[in-house]
T-cell receptor
Framework: QKEVEQNSGPLSVPEGAIASLNCTYS??????FFWYRQYSGKSPELIMS????GDKEDGRFTAQLNKASQYVSLLIRDSQPSDSATYLC????????????FGRGTSLIVHP | GAVVSQHPSWVICKSGTSVKIECRSL??????MFWYRQFPKQSLMLMAT?????????EQGVEKDKFLINHASLTLSTLTVTSAHPEDSSFYIC?????????????FGAGTRLSVL
């Protein structure tokens, strides 16, 4: 059974700090990895996608992928209170499958 | 990015009635859509995979006769909660994979909050 594991948190960081969110997955053949942000009462919105080992940066967000360790992370620099949300890690299966497996999500709290 | 429209965003109904939720891909075709349910402070739970022109695939423990899914066109999937009861009250979200750039990214509808009295 494919699994995606995340620490449920909450992760609490002060405003301006770097928030580091982590995710591990069990399907070694997975090829596509995504981070979604979900505000309370809202549906998830895509933050980042990453497909190859290494770092991918987009503004204040950096996604990191290490397929050998089956590990994907999301760094949020200069964290803002508006970043307070639940962050969901999603992994697509092997062979180009578009059926995602979601982690339970990590709650992030950025306090002023 | 792609746009997925879902409505209604909020519905209140009496116990025993049926509720239909629509999910549309506005600017792309989706042969597959996904339906999720999320209870407060819990994770997304995949209910079923909706397949255009064929039967939906339900996850274990999801009653297919209670949660009817129809995917009659390449841009529309509907979820009907039949004979709804208070325990069906939840946040229902649909998503569709967009294959733009050969990468399948899930785009979500805004969700439907169902309250059964």
């Amino acid at each position: 059974q494919k699994e995606v594991e995340q620490n449920s948190g909450p992760l609490s960081v002060p405003e301006g700090a770097i928030a580091s969110l982590n995710c591990t997955y069990s399907d070694r053949g997975s090829q596509s990895f995504f981070w979604y942000r979900q505000y309370s009462g809202k549906s998830p919105e895509l933050i980042m996608s990453i497909y190859s080992n290494g770092d991918k940066e987009d503004g204040r967000f950096t996604a990191q992928l290490n397929k050998a360790s089956q590990y994907v992370s999301l760094l949020i620099r200069d964290s803002q209170p508006s970043d307070s949300a639940t962050y969901l890690c999603a992994v697509n299966g092997a062979g180009g499958s578009y059926i995602p497996t979601f982690g339970r999500g990590t709650s992030l709290i950025v306090h002023p | 990015g792609a746009v997925v429209s879902q409505h209604p965003s909020w519905v209140i109904c009496k116990s025993g009635t049926s509720v239909k939720i629509e999910c549309r891909s506005l600017d792309f075709q989706a042969t597959t859509m996904f339906w999720y349910r999320q209870f407060p402070k819990q994770s997304l739970m995949l209910m079923a995979t909706s397949n255009e022109g064929s039967k939906a695939t339900y996850e274990q423990g999801v009653e297919k006769d209670k949660f009817l899914i129809n995917h009659a066109s390449l841009t529309l999937s509907t979820l009907t909660v039949t004979s709804a009861h208070p325990e069906d009250s939840s946040f229902y979200i649909c998503s569709a994979p967009w294959a733009g750039g050969s990468k399948n990214i899930q785009y979500f509808g805004a969700g439907t909050r169902l309250s059964v009295l």
